[in-house]
């Protein structure tokens, strides 16, 4: 066997243990939300049971569906508002431009323990207390700086003259921003606001800090979950977020194909 062979096997081999690694905890989350043990005793004993169970559990399905509504227009706001601010990043030159794109970054590297901390000092400073809101507002907070990174990128590789030959053409400025400006932007603010959905429906830590009794996201009601008693029914809705999240990226990934020209 030659060398350029074994260093491809060797390739696979790594490439097969990563990919091992990262699913497998996955997939046996999943084979024992079917599992009827709840001790997760083997063989494996098919059941739906759990799944049943899960649906008359209001307090996880209530922090669902608040994950999800907290998600969704977390997505929209951060995508409108990070869209408008890469864009005025890319035309305009004003003072404080520099300063401002460098406080992009922070946020993202700063960890979510001390925002988390610093969001529900000022919330409360200012009279906003917690609640839903005040976790929506945290959330986009959190998800704009991702939004105004992944629209940079793509406007990094928009040709203004594109605009230029359509307003010479009669175009206005709305015009132009819906048929030339938005078509090309397409994919990187669908890229932008999974980026804004995935942070803001994963995030434990403020909406730990931000919520009130009795209100609160899916995350938080597991972390309060698996300190109560782990059940199977958080197996059964894990892997429906994950199915569902699986059939969403799928079904983008085979509309755009980023990192590639359409």
């Not at 782990?230 to 079904?251: C, Q, R």
Request: proline share 6%.
């Amino acid at each position: 066997m030659s060398g350029a062979r074994r260093l491809a096997l060797l390739g696979r081999a790594y490439l097969a243990l990563v990919l091992l690694f990262l699913y497998a905890p996955v997939i046996v989350m999943a084979l024992m939300s079917f599992n009827r043990s709840p001790f997760y005793t083997l063989p494996i004993r098919w059941t739906t049971d759990w799944y049943v169970k899960l649906a008359d559990n209001d307090a996880l399905i209530a922090a669902g569906l608040n994950s999800l509504l907290i998600a969704v227009v977390t997505a929209v706001l951060a995508t409108v508002l990070g869209t408008a601010a890469a864009l005025a990043f890319r035309r305009y030159d004003f003072p404080g431009k520099r300063l401002l794109q460098m406080l992009l970054l922070p946020p993202i590297a700063i960890p979510w323990l001390i925002v988390g901390t610093a969001m529900l000092v000022f919330f409360f400073w200012i009279g906003l207390g917690r609640g839903l809101h005040a976790m929506l507002l945290g959330h986009v907070a959190l998800a704009l700086p991702y939004v105004v990174v992944v629209v940079s990128a793509r406007l990094s590789a928009f040709n203004p003259e594109l605009e230029e030959a359509a307003r010479v053409l009669g175009a206005g400025p709305w015009q132009v921003l819906r048929h030339v400006t938005l078509p090309f932007l397409a994919p990187g603010l669908v890229a932008a606001a999974l980026f804004a959905f995935a942070v803001s429906f994963d995030q434990f830590v403020i909406s730990y800090f931000l919520a009130v009794p009795g209100v609160s996201t899916l995350p938080v009601e597991i972390y309060t979950a698996i300190r109560k008693g782990f059940t199977p029914e958080i197996n059964a809705i894990s892997t429906i977020v994950i199915a569902v999240s699986t059939l969403v990226l799928v079904g983008v990934a085979r509309v755009y194909r980023f990192g590639s020209a359409r």
